[in-house]
Nanobody, 120 residues
Framework: QVQLVESGGGLVQTGGSLTLSCAVS????????MGWYRQAPEKQRELVAS???????NYADSVKGRFTISRDNAKNTQYLQMNSLKPEDTAVYYC??????????????WGQGTHVTVSS
């Protein structure tokens, strides 16, 4: 069983900052890749940022220069530092991790989602 527990969402004004965190637990090796996705009302879920176990990162164009993804491999935890937030960043943010199980196999796991609301 793999669990992803997110924290850090909330309400912030335009231009403000928030940091999301996501801890992965279970009978796993360090996640192969971790990422954050978001889904705004009536829109499809989209990739925000991802990071590999070696630290290579990828960002959506809409967040480049404002958001920073990082991870602590010892804690199987990833973070998303969000600066200069805009109303269009309002969404439910989901943690994602591709993990190798100690029992064998690879699975794609999701967190429960955390709300981020940016007021104008």
């Amino acid at each position: 069983q793999v669990q992803l527990v997110e924290s850090g969402g909330g309400l912030v004004q335009t231009g403000g900052s928030l940091t999301l965190s996501c801890a992965v637990s279970g009978s796993i090796f360090s996640p192969v890749i971790m990422g954050w996705y978001r889904q705004a009302p009536e829109k499809q879920r989209e990739l925000v940022a991802s990071i590999t176990s070696s630290g290579n990162t990828n960002y959506a164009d809409s967040v480049k220069g404002r958001f920073t993804i990082s991870r602590d491999n010892a804690k199987n935890t990833q973070y998303l530092q969000m600066n200069s937030l805009k109303p269009e960043d309002t969404a439910v943010y989901y943690c994602n991790a591709v993990v190798r199980l100690t029992s064998g196999g690879v699975i794609n796991s999701w967190g429960q989602g955390t709300h981020v609301t940016v007021s104008s």
